[in-house]
C-alpha cells in the first residue's frame, strides 16, 4: 500500500465497509476468471471450446493454484457465512460470470445452457474443492482425470 501512496486507513476508506471491499475482490475474481475461460473457449478447435474449458478447469494447475481461478471453490464456504444482502451481490457477480460463458454451452434454448451451467460450473467446483483437500497428488490427479472425462462426456460431447 505504500507503493500506491496509501495508509492502512486510506486503503479501508475507499469502500464503505467490509463487505464492500470483500465483494469488490470477488467481482475482480469473477472477471479474471470469466477473462481467462473466455480466452480458452476461443482458443479451442472449432466445437471443443466447452471441452477445453472443462480440461482447463479441472487440471492439476488450477487445483494446486487456489489463489488464481476460480473463486466459487477457493471461497464459496466464506460466501455462505456472508449476510444475505452480501450473497445477492455475489449471486449477480456468478450470474454474470455464467452469461459470458453461456454462449460456449450445448443447448436448444437458453434455459437449457442455464441449467447445463449450473450443473456443470456446480459439480467442477465441488470436485475442485475435494481434488484440493486430497492429501495424495497420484489421487488428486487421478479424480480431476475421472471427473475430466465425465463431464467432457456428459456435456461437450
Known amino acids: 500500500m505504500k507503493k500506491a501512496g496509501l495508509t492502512k486507513g486510506g486503503f479501508y476508506?475507499?469502500?464503505e465497509?467490509?463487505?464492500d471491499l470483500f465483494v469488490e475482490a470477488v467481482a475482480r475474481a469473477f472477471d479474471e476468471m470469466g477473462s481467462g475461460m473466455d480466452v480458452i473457449a476461443r482458443s479451442a478447435p472449432?466445437?471443443?471450446?466447452?471441452?477445453?474449458?472443462i480440461e482447463y478447469y479441472l487440471s492439476a494447475r488450477h487445483a494446486n493454484s487456489p489463489g488464481m481461478g476460480c473463486v466459487i471453490s477457493a471461497l464459496g464456504q466464506e460466501f455462505a457465512r456472508k449476510p444475505l444482502a452480501v450473497r445477492k451481490r455475489i449471486e449477480v457477480l456468478r450470474e454474470?460470470?455464467?452469461e459470458r460463458?453461456?454462449?460456449?454451452?450445448?443447448g436448444q434454448t437458453r434455459e437449457e445452457k442455464v441449467t447445463k451451467f449450473q450443473l456443470l460450473f456446480s459439480s467442477m467446483a465441488g470436485v475442485l474443492i475435494v481434488a484440493r483437500i486430497t492429501s495424495s497428488p497420484k489421487k488428486r490427479?487421478?479424480?480431476?482425470?475421472?471427473a475430466r472425462i465425465?463431464?467432457?462426456?456428459s456435456f461437450a460431447e
Do not use: V
Open 101 to 106: 460463458l453461456l454462449p460456449f454451452l450445448p
Open 150 to 153: 465425465f463431464f467432457i462426456k
Open 17 to 19: 465497509s467490509k463487505d
Open 46 to 53: 472449432k466445437g471443443h471450446a466447452l471441452r477445453a474449458m
Open 141 to 146: 490427479e487421478q479424480l480431476l482425470m475421472e
Open 96 to 98: 454474470a460470470y455464467r
Open 13 to 15: 476508506r475507499h469502500f
